[in-house]
């Protein structure tokens, strides 16, 4: 009799463990073969499918089979699973603790591997034909939902580093973080798909290691749109021979030191020269913003080159404008083309200004931090980073011009709007367009319905032809109290 009881549980035993392996090595295969035929194969004719405009038809016959293998590999792994657990329930079978133990642990290495192939399941593209989504589907979280396709951003792209920045990042316990979500959504820039080889060139790295030399590159595509860029796992370079910037009391209109920058993008290879006006700089936009202890040291403070015959200028004085708010405005942000001469300014009167530029032909950013200032490497297609109504005054100069686009500029303006607090004081500073343009720059402008605290059009003199106008104003913003 106990050689039978024990002849029994060795054949349950057997017979549950041929059961399990073979449903193991079957569910491996199958997610094997799947894996292969979604990621991969998807991964190399990735560029066919977004360039040429492949029809999804020619593979869609071969994904939805694997779909229908993977449902018929998940049905009968269930049905097994449903039987071992009758049988374990019933008194006469197998009722020794150990093979009770045994089909118990192999139901859970069953339930593990049904896990696994639950969800690459969900992983797969959904055909009609092959399965009918629900109603519900639509109020899932993006984290749960199956994804199309065109869903999948990290799909367009081959460079690895790119496929893993964007894939949404799952919170490890499962749970919804501290700030709501359940997962981390890294995000790029719309422009990035259009401008495919250039970020697949700029996240072509090695991890670990130093990044290249690309911050023009990494510039380009953030001034076509490609921004945010996306975050990298090397190490930026830095300047060969970096030496301590000069302390606060003397960076402020001192050229900072030339081995503090790398210059080897830009035209010029020093400040000597970026201060010259008779050498080939690379840029225009400043041209004289090098030049701290002649152009740069008066401005805001004195007034400069007032039209002859009128004697007007489109520039107003810091200490006339902070007159207009006493004591009110302490935080700003100077959306210019510039090395900080302003915020230098500002922070003489015990105001805080940020300094958003980028490096357009010259280091203007590492130029601002060298004066022991704060740069904001920035674009104009950015929204700002600030939380609403925080900021006492926004102060623009040479860089909103009449060659922006009317309805990019209400875009500009209505953000800026956005950051401003209410009785914040927008500083539109020099600004110029053709005479011709003028009006409609103006309702643009007055649009927002602030209050007009300084308001000036002069005519702007570098040119021989008299047909560009400067414009400046200080305006207010409203309480706007309902709503």
């Known amino acids: 009799m106990a050689r039978a009881s024990v002849f029994l549980k060795f054949r349950a ?24 035929r979604f990621y991969s194969l998807r991964s190399l004719l990735v560029t066919d499918t977004f360039s040429n405009g492949v029809s999804p038809e020619s593979q869609g016959m071969t994904q939805s089979e ?11 792994i269930q049905q097994e699973l449903e039987e071992m657990r009758e049988l374990s329930m019933k008194p006469s079978s197998l009722s020794s603790s ?10 859970a290495f069953l339930a593990d591997i049904l896990g696994h192939i639950e969800s690459v399941h969900a992983s797969l593209p959904v055909f009609e034909g092959t399965c009918q989504q629900s109603e519900e589907i639509k109020h899932i979280h993006p984290l749960l939902k199956p994804k199309q396709q065109s869903d999948e951003p990290s799909s367009y792209f081959l460079v690895e580093e790119i496929r893993k920045y964007v894939k949404i990042k799952p919170n490890r316990l499962g749970k919804q973080n501290f700030m709501g979500a359940n997962g981390t959504f890294t995000s790029i820039g719309h422009a990035c798909f259009s401008m495919k080889k250039e970020l697949e060139d700029y996240m072509d790295y090695d991890i670990g290691d130093l990044c290249q030399d690309d911050w023009r590159l990494a510039q380009q595509l953030m001034v076509h749109g490609c921004d945010p860029l996306p975050r990298r796992r090397c190490f930026a370079r830095a300047p060969q021979l970096y030496s301590q910037p000069f302390p606060i009391n003397k960076s402020m209109w001192k050229l900072p030191d030339d081995r503090n920058v790398r210059w080897s993008k830009y035209r010029c290879k020093n400040f000597t020269c970026l201060a010259n006006n008779f050498t080939h700089r690379g840029f225009f936009k400043c041209a004289d913003c090098f030049n701290l202890s002649h152009h740069e040291m008066p401005r805001w403070i004195q007034l400069v080159n007032p039209h002859p015959s009128s004697n007007l200028t489109a520039d107003f004085l ?41 490096n357009l032909g010259a280091p203007f950013s590492e130029t601002i931090a060298l004066r022991g200032l704060v740069p904001l490497y920035l674009t104009i297609n950015q929204r700002l980073p600030f939380f609403d109504n925080t900021l006492d005054l926004i102060h623009t100069t040479r860089f909103l011009d009449g060659w922006i686009d009317f309805v990019l500029l209400e875009y500009v303006l209505y953000d800026w709007d956005r950051v ?22 103006l309702d643009v402008f007055m649009m927002l319905r602030y209050k007009k605290h300084k308001w000036v059009v002069v005519p702007k003199l570098d ?21």
């Open 13 to 36: 035993s057997r017979w549950v463990s041929g059961l399990t392996v073979g449903l193991g090595i079957l569910a491996i295969l199958i997610c094997v073969t799947s894996l292969s």
């Open 66 to 76: 694997v779909r229908i293998t993977v449902e018929n590999v998940i049905q009968k």
């Open 98 to 107: 150990s093979c009770s133990s045994s089909m118990l642990k192999f139901s």
């Open 318 to 358: 810091i200490p006339d404008v902070l007159d207009i708010k006493p004591g009110e405005i302490r935080i700003g942000l100077d959306f210019s083309i510039g090395t900080g001469t302003f915020a230098a300014r500002m922070k003489e009167f015990n105001v805080t200004v940020i300094s958003a530029t980028i």
């Open 420 to 441: 401003l607090r209410p009785g914040g004081l927008l500083w539109i500073d020099s600004f110029f367009c053709l005479k011709e343009d003028l009006d409609d720059y």
């Open 463 to 483: 040119k021989e032809a008299d047909r560009e106008v400067f414009f400046s104003a200080v305006l207010e913003k409203p309480p706007r109290p309902f709503g």
